[in-house]
């Protein structure tokens, strides 16, 4: 697997974004991995591929992404390479059981600049 730097990442992310979104999707951050949903590669990929397939049976990883966007749906990151919520299940867990990471800062213009544009 070929890692992304993040003006591939969010290059390829461009690239999908729809003329007009009708459904934005909100995640926190990419995956620590390297993997990426506009790669086709992730758990959020596959998970929302799946969830799609369930009301048509014809979309498969050769169609689904041309698709996602065609219904006008975009998937975005808060941060592209910062904030993620961790679980954490040993002793510093205290209160809900997780906490932020920020090894970048939240972007917060990011998000901003999406919701304007829709």
């Not at 995956?31 to 992730?42: E, H, K, L, T």
């Not at 910062?82 to 932020?100: E, I, K, V, Y």
Request: net charge positive; hydrophobic share 35%; proline share 5%.
């Amino acid at each position: 697997m070929k890692l992304l730097t993040r003006w591939e990442r969010e290059t390829l992310r461009e690239s999908f974004r729809p003329k007009r979104i009708r459904i934005l999707f909100i995640g926190e951050a990419p995956p620590a991995s390297g993997r990426f949903f506009y790669s086709a590669n992730s758990g959020l990929y596959r998970a929302m591929r799946d969830a799609f397939r369930t009301v048509d049976p014809q979309i498969d990883d050769e169609n689904f992404l041309s698709l996602f966007q065609a219904l006008g749906c975009y998937l975005t990151d808060l941060s592209p390479t910062g904030w993620t919520l961790n679980r954490a299940d040993g002793p510093a867990s205290q209160g809900n059981g997780f906490f932020l990471k920020n090894s970048s800062g939240f972007d917060q213009r990011r998000l901003h600049r999406c919701c304007v544009r829709l």
